[in-house]
């Protein structure tokens, strides 16, 4: 039952994603790659959507993963899913705010899982890079170092990150500025 | 907690899910992006909760599992009309998003194989590399605050880079780890 799957994969991200944004991106990865549902070429291209649109990123991201895999109630199945832990956990954290506020344990077990969520998120970034930087099957061919990295994609990667880092005024653009952008010039020069 | 009237009327939750949905549809991003939203909304136009409460939700949605934008739906829903205020605020945050989602995605299936919106995207990935890397650095500063965290930091970036471990493996031995540092820390007094 595709449905019952998809729902109890996005419970099991909305359970253990901490920190929102860019913290379901590691899940939906190793999600993908288990089980056939969607490349990790389809993952960056729903990152993308994700950031263009309204709505949370994890809740975009969900929406889009689903719908991929079986349709409007795959869509359906998925949103309810991711969104099935944080709404059982606040009502329950919302009937004792005041123990939970100062719970030493939870306060030390949330130490030490920020900087592995920041982790996680770092290698579901390493692995869009590959996809994107790297063309593996031309290295495996002709062993030749040039020709594994892809130039274009390194050249534009620069750009945008001078954009969004270096330039004044720019760098506080919103994403979907930027993302508009590459698609222009990945159109221009007729594919990156 | 105790309500005057025990049913909450149709009524409040439906202007709870529509206020949400609101919420939902003007925010980019969710997380912080939203609190200026919610500040407008929910505190200055409805009244629903003060500054300092939504601060308040938002140090929980920050460790509790999930998203913040959801976490902060289900607490004001539920304080204006218990469980079913939450599930109307908390359903109404996610609606803009599986509407406009649903369309863009069925728009997007049909033109996949159209050569412009092939290199568009060949291009977008590019800049999702950056955006990601971004995130990276921003959360980096917010959460990788002395040794300890840096090496749960790296052990789990290199490990997850190497094996194919699930990621709910990793959360769980950090928050062990988290827990046996801070009280190995505690008893010796540091």
């Not at chain 1, 969104?83 to 030390?108: C, H, W, Y």
Request: aromatic share 10%; net charge positive; glycine share 10%.
């Amino acid at each position: 039952m595709i449905l019952l799957r998809l729902y109890w994969e996005f419970f099991k991200t909305g359970l253990f994603a901490i920190g929102g944004g860019m913290a379901t991106v590691p899940f939906l990865q190793e999600m993908g790659a288990r089980t056939g549902w969607f490349t990790g070429q389809m993952l960056a291209d729903m990152i993308a959507v994700s950031e263009s649109t309204p709505g949370p990123i994890g809740v975009n991201m969900a929406t889009y993963v689903g719908w991929t895999t079986a349709g409007l109630p795959g869509g359906v199945l998925a949103t309810l899913g991711l969104i099935t832990p944080s709404f059982l956990v606040i009502l329950l954290v919302a009937r004792v705010l005041a123990a939970f506020q100062s719970n030493k344990t939870l306060d030390r077990a949330f130490y030490g899982m920020r900087p592995a969520s920041t982790g996680l998120i770092a290698a579901a970034g390493v692995a869009v890079l590959r996809i994107v930087m790297l063309d593996e099957a031309a290295f495996a061919e002709t062993g030749a170092v040039s020709a594994l990295l892809n130039w274009r994609a390194l050249a534009l990667f620069a750009v945008i990150w001078v954009l969004t880092n270096l330039v004044p005024k720019v760098k506080t653009w919103h994403p979907v500025v930027f993302i508009a952008l590459s698609a222009a010039a990945g159109i221009a020069v007729g594919g990156i | 907690m105790k309500r005057e009237e025990n049913k909450p009327r149709l009524r409040e939750l439906g202007e709870l899910f529509w206020t949400f949905a609101r919420v939902g549809a003007l925010t980019f991003g969710g997380g912080y992006a939203m609190l200026p939203i919610l500040q407008r909304e929910v505190v200055e136009r409805k009244g629903w909760a003060a500054d300092e409460e939504l601060t308040d939700y938002y140090a929980i949605g920050q460790c509790t599992p999930g998203v913040i934008a959801v976490n902060t739906a289900t607490f004001i829903g539920r304080k204006q009309a218990g469980v079913a205020g939450a599930a109307a605020a908390t359903l109404g945050v996610v609606f803009p998003s599986l509407v406009i989602i649903t369309a863009i995605a069925a728009l997007l299936s049909g033109f996949a194989e159209v050569p412009a919106v092939k290199h568009a995207f060949s291009g977008i990935r590019v800049c999702v590399c950056v955006l990601i890397l971004n995130a990276v650095v921003k959360l980096w500063k917010k959460t990788v605050v002395d040794l300890p965290t840096l090496l749960i930091f790296l052990a789990v970036l290199v490990l997850s880079v190497c094996t194919k471990l699930s990621p709910v493996i990793f959360v769980l031995c950090a928050a062990a780890l988290g827990i046996a540092v801070k009280a190995l820390e505690g008893r010796r007094g540091v």
